[in-house]
């Protein structure tokens, strides 16, 4: 329909536009910015309409992105936040308008988690901290920004996070800062795990038992620090959450584990066992806080407190 694609395109142009004007916020909270635009630059005259083009939107969004698995999960969290006690108008403009303040409610309260997150964590992060740091991510990079105005004095190291490196990343931006770090392989988590306080990390879901998706090597770090009895901190947004109850590593979708491409080709020949995964499941068992801007929580509750605010 042409009607369709004159939404894609326009849907496509508000996110790109907001990622080239902010390259800071994430994927899926400009996503989601996207779609408040959208919905209220269209005049739509019934709900199943609006839920029609909406869900339009959010599949090409979906597509746009390697990182597809954040933005649908966002997408699920702000249909369901804004359409909770909205229905039930019989004028559906007036249902429209108040879906767009709440729209604008939730992005704002996203675009602010981050700063949420670092100052829950202030406690966490003393003078003389030694920490270890997997990958690279916005939320944990806040923390440590936050601490180092509070004027802390921390090390950290960084493991290098193959296949992409993006622990490299992680390290210019903490020397920049003038924190202590050093990037260490991948292989080396074992041998320094004994000389580090804690580890934090930021992940890619969080799910519904309490576990996360996050950058391949997560579960190993978790397992190092498990033995050595170093508590493990994940850091990381609500609308990361996740409705998924994973059972091992072989429950990660594959759409999640690899690359969109990769898994195209694999359906084609059915061969995905020379494909290296990109994320792990690490279990609730392994964590012991998740921060986010819901709360410091134990990681078991994630799911009862997205209940509360979402249902």
């Not at 709900?47 to 083009?53: A, G, N, P, V």
């Not at 599949?59 to 249909?79: G, P």
């Not at 993006?166 to 990037?183: I, P, W």
């Not at 391949?216 to 397992?223: K, Q, R």
Request: charged share 25%; hydrophobic share 40%.
């Amino acid at each position: 329909m042409q009607a369709d694609a004159a939404d894609k395109e326009e849907i496509l142009r508000y996110y790109r536009q907001i990622r080239e004007d902010d390259p800071d916020r994430s994927c899926p909270l400009a996503a989601m910015t996207a779609m408040v635009q959208f919905v209220e630059n269209n005049k739509m005259e019934t709900i199943s309409e609006f839920h029609h083009r909406i869900e339009l939107c959010s599949k090409v969004l979906i597509e746009a992105e390697s990182k597809h698995s954040s933005i649908d999960c966002a997408y699920k969290l702000f249909r369901r936040y804004i359409t909770l006690t909205n229905m039930h108008e019989v004028d559906f403009e007036r249902s429209r308008q108040n879906m767009i303040q709440l729209g604008h409610s939730w992005v704002n309260k996203m675009a602010n988690a981050r700063q949420t997150i670092a100052k829950l964590a202030e406690p966490f992060i003393t003078n003389n901290t030694i920490l270890l740091t997997h990958s690279y991510s916005r939320v944990v990079m806040e923390v440590f920004r936050k601490a180092v105005e509070k004027g802390r004095s921390f090390k950290v190291f960084v493991c290098e996070s193959q296949p992409d490196k993006s622990g490299l990343r992680t390290a210019k931006e903490l020397r920049e800062m003038g924190v202590d770090c050093t990037v260490i392989l991948d292989s080396a988590v074992g041998y320094i795990m004994e000389s580090v306080v804690m580890v934090v990390v930021g992940a890619e879901n969080l799910l519904k038992n309490g576990g996360i998706f996050n950058k391949i090597g997560t579960l190993s770090i978790a397992i190092a620090a498990k033995k050595y009895h170093r508590p493990l901190y994940v850091f990381a947004e609500s609308l990361k959450y996740m409705e998924y109850f994973p059972l091992n590593q072989d429950s990660i979708p594959s759409d999640l584990k690899f690359k969109k491409a990769d898994v195209e080709e694999a359906e084609e020949d059915g061969l995905m066992e020379d494909e290296h995964p990109l994320i792990d499941y690490t279990p609730p068992k392994y964590i012991n806080r998740l921060i986010s801007d819901i709360g410091v929580l134990p990681s078991h509750a994630i799911g009862d407190e997205m209940m509360s605010v979402y249902h």
